[in-house]
């Protein structure tokens, strides 16, 4: 492999860069095909997104680093993808019929509604205006199943998915053979009526969330609460996000839901300030008593170790798919000087980057070159997530790339005919290797290893 490397005339970020804002990030997401309003061209559903091309690439790369971490590189957790219409009865055994509420009010005035809990003052933040009375507001979605829309074909779509890995802990375990400590993993879509979403994708009424229920023995509960959240903060960093924008923020006893032992959130410095990116909470037995009750059924273990028999305790990490794609998103917007251009670009982890590789002819009115190039991309498509391209010039095309986050662009030109060797630039510090043109795929797969 030949060491000659090469960069463009590059400045600090500080040069040309600025405070990455949330009207960047949509900006660069409608242009690029990562995220598009929903019904757009109908004007559009309040806090409904689509994800582009190169969205669904990068969330769904989210979700594939989730699942190799928690599923395939353990030797205690299996996997699930329960259904999101269930039982009415689980609902009602979850505690989510009773009591999955906010205190809704309305301006008499300008007829807007807010969450009362969000209020500062007794009046109208929007107008001034007098508030009704507040009223419990249930988050939950409805709908029927069968012909007849009446209360005994009432469903609802599920507001988280967890339940749904509950009712199946016992089908799991026997099926699978398990003994505790072991968890379920799920990855799966959720709904929830949202009096005040907003903050482009962070808070929706249609999400996905990637849950964990980790099943342990009484008395062990502790020491594997503390043992995920350490492994949970630790998984957003081996995937790129800076220390600094993280933080644990453990709840006070006021604000523990009346089932927790303790719950702590992982914050993330986004633009609206710090919020919440996943919830780590130690649910005691809560979930399989009341399983248990409403559904008549035995859900206890039998611990063959002290011949016991107990209902385990749950420690539940709860992470949202679009908020964590989010978070990726941001933490990894750059800008900054190259050339004398101002430049933006992704600096994703590669194993999230939505395209792998570009491979770009640099002179597309030559076939021999656009050949080699197209025979590239043929090969390593095989294994990645790569494009051709040749629709603009050579600094416009690196330029794009380097905006959706891509790695790795590897040009063709006329001395590649002669020498069979390419050129690959990498995104960041666009520096160029010259590598020989048979050393192509492994060069990239060992900087995907090594990332």
């Known amino acids: 492999m030949s060491d000659e490397k090469q960069c463009e005339e590059r400045q600090t970020p500080a040069a040309a860069g600025g405070e990455v804002t949330m009207d960047k990030i949509v900006s660069l997401c409608k242009r690029r095909g990562l995220i598009f309003p929903s019904s757009e061209i109908y004007g559009g559903l309040g806090s409904t997104w689509d994800y582009g091309p ?103 779509l599920r507001p988280e998915t967890a339940q749904g890995i509950f009712v199946n802990f016992e089908n799991v375990r026997e099926s699978m053979r398990r003994k505790l400590p072991f968890g379920i993993a799920q990855i799966g879509k959720a709904f929830r009526n949202e009096i005040t979403p ?28 503390d043992y995920w959240v350490q492994e949970r903060f630790a998984w957003y960093q081996r995937y790129g996000i800076r220390a600094g924008k993280l933080r644990l923020r453990p709840h006070a006893k006021d604000e523990l839901a009346h089932y927790a032992r303790a719950c702590v959130d992982i914050e993330y410095l986004f633009p609206m300030g710090w919020s919440e990116l996943e919830g780590i909470a130690n649910r ?22 002290d011949r016991t028999r107990y209902l385990p305790y749950v420690i539940e990490p709860s992470a949202g798919a679009d908020r964590a794609t989010l978070a990726f998103l941001i933490d990894a917007y750059r800008e900054d000087v190259v050339a004398g251009r101002e430049r933006v670009y992704l600096a994703l982890h590669p194993a999230l ?82 590598i020989p043109l048979d050393r192509v795929e492994a060069y990239i797969e060992e900087k995907l290893e090594s990332a």
């Open 54 to 156: 190169l969205g669904v690439e990068l969330k769904n790369n989210v979700k594939r680093a989730w699942w190799q971490s928690v599923v395939y590189e353990r030797d205690d957790m299996e996997g699930l993808d329960a259904a999101i219409l269930m039982h009415p009865r689980v609902w009602e055994a979850s505690g989510h019929v009773e009591s999955f509420t906010d205190p809704l009010v309305d301006c008499k005035e300008c007829k807007k509604r807010f969450r009362a809990d969000h209020l500062t003052t007794e009046r109208c933040p929007e107008c001034g205006g007098e508030l009704t009375e507040a009223r419990q507001f249930n988050l939950m979605f409805r709908t029927h199943i069968g012909p007849v829309e009446d209360s005994a074909s009432v469903v609802y």
């Open 353 to 434: 980057a939505p395209i792998k590789a570009a491979v770009l002819p640099l002179l597309r009115n030559r076939p021999e070159v656009v050949e080699m190039a197209r025979r590239l991309h043929a090969g390593l498509r095989r294994r990645w997530k790569t494009i051709y391209t040749d629709t603009a010039g050579i600094g416009r095309l690196y330029r794009r790339q380097d905006e959706v986050g891509t790695p790795f662009c590897i040009t063709v030109d006329v001395q590649s005919l002669e020498d069979r060797q390419v050129t690959v630039r990498h995104r960041d510090t666009t520096l160029q290797d010259r």
């Open 284 to 305: 005691t037995d809560y979930d399989l008593r009341r399983h248990s009750e409403f559904s008549g059924k035995d859900l206890t273990y039998f611990d063959e170790t």
């Open 198 to 225: 907003g903050n482009f994708t962070f808070r929706t009424r249609e999400f996905e969330q990637m849950e964990i229920e980790y099943f342990v023995k009484p008395g062990e509960d502790e020491t594997w609460y």
